[in-house]
């Protein structure tokens, strides 16, 4: 595939580039970047436009095998590239679970069929993420899992935590965790405080993440493991985390958008499309989470994309599902964080090279003979989130009706613009 992307801001943090240029793609590989590139082939004018890496999402639910009625790999992976992003990781809580290399291998093959960008299958860190029995890590990282962890559910057994942290570390896979303790958290569908008692709702304390978020970091400095550390919510793990950094202990971290946009009170109207686990907290732990985006304590803005189709999240408050998606709303809402203090490339660095390097993989940099992967994001396009526009099967999302700007327009992977 021949490409010439003609006269845009090309920001790419891994190479510290921040400048007006043309980026030439050649067989599917970025072959230069320069003024006045010229030659024969297809053109995509991007005056005024921003050329980023491709957008890597480290934190995606799609529900294929078990509920294609929520989501398939294929509705997803349309999400994922109107959304802008190239590459996404899925997280194993599906029916069957990714606990086995035959599974992984279904993701990779339905992935091949769908051929719209790089889907890499998260694998359970324990067999049907029961927290009980760790899985065959070697047999899931020849099949191509891109890292362990068994989102959605905490692993509640120290040692069994030990190990897993000791098993990447051989194999250099990540350990993304879902940190929740789930005997403080049992029962609880929003952040507990004034909010959840007027609403006579059963609250989920902030300790509930912290508490593990704690154990963990400690767990990873007695393994001297790499841990990643999913959706943080609250103040005080960010203070964790901040501190455990200090101490030189391996640490990384993610947010999602909704940990920095809403608070606990987008809940207040028994709105089932802002229930989310972790919860939505409180206008202080949403300050945090932005000074931890500004100062780097957190190092990556994840979707967090859980789809749950109407007639489940119709349900009432305390029987719907957690989840919402954010594959189609998170460039926007993150790139509503930009402002003088916060600038631009260190913004597009949490959605490129910084889930990359974590993932350790040759992505979410513009280097001349990578695969050309490359989004294309006009940052004034000023639009309204409709239910009929998303590509998501599920639209559990509490930003419909939302003016939002910024959007991506061209999403490029491998050099064929998709
Ligand atoms: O809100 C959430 N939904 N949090 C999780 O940890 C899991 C996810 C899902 O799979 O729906």
Redesign the pocket.
């Known amino acids: 595939m021949n490409l010439l992307i003609k006269n845009g801001r090309v920001i790419d943090p891994a190479n510290g580039i921040d400048k007006l240029a043309d980026i030439l793609i050649k067989n599917g590989r970025i072959a230069q970047i320069g003024k006045n590139l010229k030659g024969k082939r297809r053109t995509i004018e991007a005056e005024g436009m921003l050329i980023t890496p491709g957008l890597i999402d480290i934190h995606t639910?799609l529900r294929e095998p078990g509920r294609e009625d929520d989501e398939t790999i294929g509705s997803g992976a349309r999400a994922a590239i109107a959304g802008g992003f190239t590459t996404i990781c899925v997280?194993p809580?599906t029916n069957p679970c990714i606990d086995d290399k035959t599974v992984v291998r279904f993701i990779y093959d339905r992935a091949r069929e769908t051929n719209l960008g790089n889907i890499l299958p998260v694998a359970a860190i324990t067999k049907e993420r029961k927290g009980e029995e760790l899985t065959e890590f070697g047999e899931l990282v020849k099949a191509g899992a891109i890292g362990f962890s068994d989102?959605?559910n905490s692993i509640r057994n120290s040692r069994i935590m030990r190990r897993a942290l000791e098993y990447a570390k051989i194999f250099t896979r990540p350990i993304i965790v879902?940190c929740e303790d789930t005997g403080l958290s049992a029962g609880g569908v929003i952040n507990e405080g004034y909010l959840s008692a007027n609403l006579g709702l059963p609250g989920i304390p902030k300790q509930a993440e912290e508490i593990i978020v704690g154990r963990d970091l400690m767990l990873a400095e007695l393994t001297e493991s790499r841990i990643h550390i999913?959706?943080l919510s609250t103040a005080g793990s960010v203070e964790l985390i901040r501190q455990a950094k200090k101490k030189g202990i391996r640490v990384t971290c993610e947010t999602c958008p909704q940990y920095f946009t809403l608070t606990e009170s987008a809940a207040k109207d028994f709105d089932t499309k802002s229930?989310?686990?972790?919860p939505l907290r409180e206008e202080k732990d949403l300050r945090a989470i932005k000074k931890g985006l500004l100062d780097g304590t957190i190092d990556v803005i994840a979707s967090?994309h859980?789809?749950?189709s109407a007639e489940e999240k119709e349900k009432d408050f305390l029987a719907a599902?957690?989840?919402?998606i954010g594959l189609e709303t998170t460039l926007p809402l993150s790139l509503a964080l930009v402002d003088r203090r916060f600038p631009l490339s260190q913004m597009i660095a949490k959605l490129t090279i910084n889930p990359a390097k974590i993932l350790g993989i040759d992505k979410g940099t513009l280097g001349i003979g990578e695969e050309a992967d490359i989004t294309i994001i006009n940052t004034k396009a000023e639009w309204t989130l409709k239910l009929e526009n998303l590509k998501s099967k599920s639209k559990n999302t509490p930003f419909l009706g939302k003016k939002l700007k910024g959007k991506a327009i061209f999403t490029i992977v491998g050099g064929r613009s998709v």
Not at 321 to 324: E, L, Q
């Open positions: 639910h997280m809580n989102d959605g879902h999913a959706h229930k989310v686990n972790p967090d859980a789809p749950h599902p957690f989840g919402m």
